[in-house]
């Protein structure tokens, strides 16, 4: 197991709704607490592109195809982020990975598995 694991990926219509989660099992609460964590999504044939980041103080960044539909958050008892996904749309379909970034953004963890999304009727 990884230090970052996804869940919550599924099939959904065209303007549905999906809540993916990111838990980190093997970090200690002082090591996750400062990171700046990001979702990250692949679609087949594409490179893997950047959708949202949430930093320690929960100030978010998302790329522009889905701002206002996707929220991410972070509750950093639990060690988790998570990304609200709502309206969605069919190119949104990838595989969806979290990560944390270091201060050049670059991914600092190997990526895990992801979870999948399909948005398809």
């Known amino acids: 197991q990884g230090q970052l694991v996804e869940s919550g990926g599924g099939l959904v219509q065209p303007g549905g709704s999906l809540k993916l989660s990111c838990k980190a099992p093997r970090m200690i609460t002082s090591t996750f607490n400062p990171l700046l964590m990001a979702w990250y999504r692949q679609a087949p044939g594409k490179e893997r592109e950047f959708v949202a980041s949430i930093s320690s103080g929960k100030a978010t960044n998302y790329v522009d195809s889905v701002k206002g539909r996707f929220t991410i958050s972070r509750d950093n008892s639990r060690k988790m982020v998570s990304l609200q996904m709502s309206s969605l749309r069919p190119e949104d379909t990838a595989i969806y990975y979290c990560?944390?970034?270091?201060?050049?953004?670059?991914?600092?963890?190997?990526w895990g598995q992801g979870t999948q999304v399909i948005v398809s009727s």
């Open positions: 990560n944390a970034l270091s201060p050049a953004n670059e991914p600092k963890y190997p």
